[in-house]
């Protein structure tokens, strides 16, 4: 059966030396290392294929993705321009933008501009917030995020947050402040990238209480948690939950079979894998 399936993750490795741009580097090395650590099977350097915009899209096309969402970065480590990201969707049906501000580094004012910039003229998807990568660190609930929050709540357009173990300090991969925003913008559409792992029952019991949360763990659905992520898909977070690769750090097509074997029933497959992705982004 052929599946229609939106990957809410996805970048090529020439995005940045991050993601593995420069054989032979340190970061190159890094990529690798993060590939066997989140289970990669096979060839390590498989991401190598997405060294240039032709190899990208080739990998798109042979793992038969409808939609392959390429996400902005704005922090003070790693800042990946919005008109880079336009520059890699544009012209391509088959990618979705996400653009990304920083209102701690911009100044508030000048992120909704940029906020607005990217959705009228760059015509990307979303704003990605990184507020655990900041400088100092901050929480979702920090008062410098709430102009971003009012516009986007006033557009209707959807925030993805980054959480997760790389957060430089931990204490900031903490989904309990995000309820202060949820409930707040209860018709924003807020979307948690890497599902807060591994506080995997904290971030279940956020999205349950507030149904305007959707969890993408990507490549951390893969480790110990798994089953808490599952059951939570299987029955009240069905229409809360998406698929993610996090290429290229996961090869695709691996990483949508090793979906498909984690127990998931069949009536929400496609809910979790497109169904949930194509009414975040309003398509047809």
Not at 231 to 254: C, K, M, T, V
């Amino acid at each position: 059966m052929t599946r229609k399936i939106i990957d809410l993750r996805c970048r090529p490795a020439f995005l940045h030396d991050f993601f593995g741009a420069t054989p032979g580097n340190a970061a190159h090395d890094a990529a690798r290392w993060l590939n066997r650590r989140v289970g990669t099977r096979g060839d390590d350097r498989h991401f190598e294929a997405s060294l240039t915009q032709e190899g990208f899209l080739a990998e798109i096309g042979k793992a038969g993705l409808e939609k392959a969402v390429v996400v902005g970065r704005h922090t003070p480590a790693q800042h990946l321009p919005n008109d880079t990201i336009h520059r890699i969707v544009h012209g391509h049906d088959e990618l979705i933008g996400i653009g990304a501000v920083d209102p701690a580094l911009q100044g508030e004012a000048a992120a909704v501009a940029e906020a607005e910039r990217a959705l009228r003229t760059l015509g990307l998807a979303g704003i990605d917030l990184e507020p655990g990568f900041g400088e100092p660190p901050r929480h979702p609930d920090d008062p410098v995020y709430w102009p971003i929050y009012e516009w986007a709540n006033q557009y209707q357009v959807p925030i993805f947050l980054m959480s997760g173990p790389t957060t430089p300090d931990p204490r900031y991969n903490d989904p309990s402040p995000v309820a202060k925003v949820a409930r707040a913008f209860p018709q924003l559409q807020i979307v948690i990238y890497h599902g807060y792992w591994p506080r995997v029952d904290e971030a279940v019991g956020l999205a349950f209480r507030h149904e305007n949360v959707h969890l993408v763990p990507d490549m951390y659905l893969f480790q110990p948690g798994t089953e808490s992520y599952v059951a939570a898909a299987n029955s009240f977070l069905r229409e809360q939950f998406l698929f993610g690769s996090s290429y290229p750090f996961r090869p695709i097509g691996q990483t949508i079979d090793d979906f498909l074997h984690l127990g998931f029933k069949d009536d929400v497959v496609d809910k979790l894998l497109y169904d949930n992705a194509a009414r975040l982004f309003r398509l047809k």
